[in-house]
């Protein structure tokens, strides 16, 4: 029986008093959100916090989806069925629904959280390389204010993001741009599982042409979770086939998957292009309302 | 640390360790072995259980996070001595085997017809999608819950 190592449980009762705990309790204390990736590498003993600080009674002030202004807002807490089953998800950014029907399975989707999915870091995590696409925006809290950074600036590498141990991700922010259209494509093992590869596409069409991408990939060695190289070869060219191809091209040319048990490096790396071909490929239907 | 958790409407409280993991609490603490765990992995959803009535892999939960929150197991089922269509629709159909991945079928199983009374096969199949089963091949599991969903309850859990 796999049991994690002893620590002391606090429970924060507000943002700040969360903040407060993680500068009190110092480096050796977490956050835990849903607990779905801290808990099963405790049990593995490949994180061993002194202190565990559980945000889950915050759900009820950072677990939301809602439209201010031009721009939709997403709390940290709120659950991957939470945004699985959001109108406002599937209204705007169709990408996000896509991702969350293939991120876990319904159970663990009970549980996850949105702020602790992308604090986790994982290379292989699906919705940092979809807010990538998406060209996001994460709010970061700290005891002396707030700031507001790029979803793709989030990540700085493995497990290791921009949040600073005294600081707590508290909201995503996503512009609505209109003639924009999005798409997530994801290739696993078995339901469930993590990618082998994954690609997200975002697109904002003017008329014919493509005025603006994202391009997002994950689990595929990716700096960033994104590939400007493919969103160039988009951005001002009609997206016919030979540019969509032209820019799965490119983004595989960026990947540099590892060899393991999902599959070897160049059949992910073939992944990288088909599937950001036909993220694209749907992306731009969905823009101009050819689903 | 002390904690208060209603399991199964009973009011429970103990003194436990923060690093406890709900379903060993519900199993060795609380004695209610009903529910199983199957892994260290989060996969297998033998463990699952409802916090506040909504399914969660128990093993990956600490039992100081159910402290003051509502716990329904597999024995949370039955009211007054009459299964819940689910358990009746196991029966029925055959679908279980070893029934060790049992507990946490008929859980999410109750919890799926309480939100959609009439679920589709893939709808079923989806639902179940995080719980393993080494022995039926899923067919006749899919087969119980279409079965319940044909006989609502009259009482239960979800009533
Ligand atoms: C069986 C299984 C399959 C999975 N499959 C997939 C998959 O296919 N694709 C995928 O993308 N994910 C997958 N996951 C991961 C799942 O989505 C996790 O729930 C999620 O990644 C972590 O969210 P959490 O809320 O559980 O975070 P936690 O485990 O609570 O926290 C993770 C990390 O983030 C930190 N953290 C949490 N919240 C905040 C915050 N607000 N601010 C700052 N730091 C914070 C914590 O301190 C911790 O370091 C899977 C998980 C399991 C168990
Ligand atoms: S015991 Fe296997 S998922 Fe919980
Ligand atoms: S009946 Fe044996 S594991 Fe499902």
Same mark, same amino acid.
């Given at each position: 029986? @796999?049991?994690?190592?002893?620590?002391?449980?606090?429970?924060?009762?507000?943002?700040?008093?969360?903040?407060?705990?993680?500068?009190?309790?110092?480096?050796?204390?977490?956050?835990?959100?849903?607990?779905?990736?801290?808990?099963?590498?405790?049990?593995?003993?490949?994180?061993?916090?002194?202190?565990?600080?559980?945000?889950?009674?915050?759900?009820? =002030?950072?677990?939301?989806?809602?439209?201010?202004?031009?721009?939709?807002?997403?709390?940290?807490?709120?659950?991957?069925?939470?945004?699985?089953?959001?109108?406002?998800?599937?209204?705007?950014?169709?990408?996000?629904?896509?991702?969350?029907?293939?991120?876990?399975?319904?159970?663990?989707?009970? %549980?996850?959280?949105?702020?602790?999915?992308?604090? @986790?870091?994982?290379?292989?995590? =699906?919705?940092?390389?979809?807010?990538?696409?998406?060209?996001?925006?994460?709010?970061?809290?700290?005891?002396?204010?707030?700031?507001?950074?790029?979803?793709?600036?989030?990540?700085?590498?493995?497990?290791?993001?921009?949040?600073?141990?005294?600081?707590?991700?508290?909201?995503?922010?996503?512009?609505?741009?209109?003639?924009?259209?999005?798409?997530?494509?994801?290739?696993?093992?078995?339901?469930?599982?993590?990618?082998?590869?994954?690609?997200?596409?975002?697109?904002?069409?003017?008329?014919?042409?493509?005025?603006?991408?994202?391009?997002?990939?994950?689990?595929?060695?990716?700096?960033?979770?994104?590939?400007?190289?493919?969103?160039?070869?988009?951005?001002?060219?009609?997206?016919?086939?030979?540019?969509?191809?032209?820019?799965?091209?490119?983004?595989?040319?960026?990947?540099?998957?590892?060899?393991?048990? %999902?599959?070897?490096?160049?059949?992910?790396?073939?992944?990288?292009?088909?599937?950001?071909?036909?993220?694209?490929?749907?992306?731009?239907?969905?823009?101009?309302?050819?689903? | 640390?002390?904690?208060?958790?209603?399991?199964?409407?009973?009011?429970?409280?103990?003194?436990?360790?923060?690093?406890? +993991?709900?379903?060993?609490?519900?199993?060795?603490?609380?004695?209610?072995?009903?529910?199983?765990?199957?892994?260290?992995?989060?996969?297998?959803?033998?463990?699952?259980?409802? +916090?506040?009535?909504?399914?969660?892999?128990s093993c990956t939960v600490l039992a100081v996070m159910a402290d003051k929150h509502r716990v329904t197991t597999i024995e949370g089922l039955a009211v007054g001595g009459v299964l819940d269509p689910v358990q009746q629709g196991f029966m029925e159909c055959h679908g279980l085997q070893c029934g060790f991945c049992t507990p946490?079928?008929?859980?999410?199983?109750?919890?799926?017809?309480?939100?959609?009374?009439?679920?589709?096969?893939?709808?079923?199949?989806?639902?179940?999608?995080?719980? +393993?089963?080494?022995?039926?091949?899923?067919?006749?599991?899919?087969?119980?819950?279409?079965?319940?969903?044909?006989?609502?309850?009259?009482?239960?859990?979800?009533?």
């Amino acid at each position: 029986m @796999q049991t994690p190592r002893s620590f002391e449980y606090e429970r924060a009762t507000s943002v700040d008093h969360a903040i407060a705990l993680l500068e009190r309790l110092g480096p050796e204390a977490r956050l835990v959100a849903g607990g779905h990736s801290l808990l099963p590498m405790m049990k593995l003993r490949l994180a061993a916090p002194e202190h565990l600080i559980d945000i889950n009674p915050l759900v009820a =002030d950072l677990s939301y989806v809602r439209v201010e202004g031009n721009e939709v807002r997403i709390g940290a807490m709120t659950r991957h069925a939470e945004l699985l089953a959001s109108p406002i998800i599937a209204e705007h950014f169709a990408i996000l629904t896509d991702a969350e029907k293939v991120i876990a399975d319904p159970i663990v989707r009970n %549980r996850g959280t949105i702020g602790g999915s992308i604090c @986790q870091a994982d290379p292989s995590e =699906d919705l940092s390389a979809a807010f990538a696409a998406l060209k996001a925006s994460v709010l970061i809290r700290s005891g002396t204010g707030e700031r507001l950074i790029s979803a793709r600036d989030l990540h700085v590498g493995p497990y290791e993001t921009a949040v600073g141990p005294a600081e707590m991700l508290t909201e995503v922010r996503i512009a609505i741009r209109a003639g924009s259209g999005s798409a997530y494509e994801k290739v696993e093992r078995r339901v469930g599982d993590w990618a082998v590869a994954a690609s997200g596409a975002w697109v904002q069409m003017s008329g014919d042409t493509v005025a603006d991408a994202g391009i997002g990939l994950t689990a595929l060695g990716v700096a960033h979770f994104c590939s400007p190289e493919a969103e160039a070869v988009l951005i001002g060219h009609a997206p016919t086939a030979e540019v969509i191809a032209a820019a799965g091209a490119a983004a595989a040319s960026i990947t540099n998957p590892p060899t393991d048990q %999902r599959g070897p490096s160049d059949y992910k790396r073939h992944l990288a292009d088909i599937l950001t071909q036909r993220a694209i490929t749907r992306a731009v239907a969905r823009a101009l309302g050819r689903n | 640390m002390q904690i208060n958790v209603n399991l199964n409407g009973t009011e429970q409280s103990h003194d436990v360790e923060p690093r406890l +993991l709900l379903v060993h609490y519900i199993r060795d603490v609380a004695g209610e072995t009903g529910t199983h765990w199957g892994c260290d992995t989060s996969n297998c959803g033998a463990c699952v259980v409802w +916090l506040d009535d909504v399914p969660v892999k128990s093993c990956t939960v600490l039992a100081v996070m159910a402290d003051k929150h509502r716990v329904t197991t597999i024995e949370g089922l039955a009211v007054g001595g009459v299964l819940d269509p689910v358990q009746q629709g196991f029966m029925e159909c055959h679908g279980l085997q070893c029934g060790f991945c049992t507990p946490g079928m008929m859980m999410t199983a109750r919890w799926l017809l309480d939100h959609n009374p009439n679920p589709s096969e893939l709808e079923i199949r989806e639902a179940l999608s995080g719980q +393993l089963c080494r022995c039926t091949g899923y067919h006749n599991i899919v087969k119980s819950v279409q079965w319940a969903a044909a006989h609502p309850a009259t009482v239960g859990a979800s009533t």
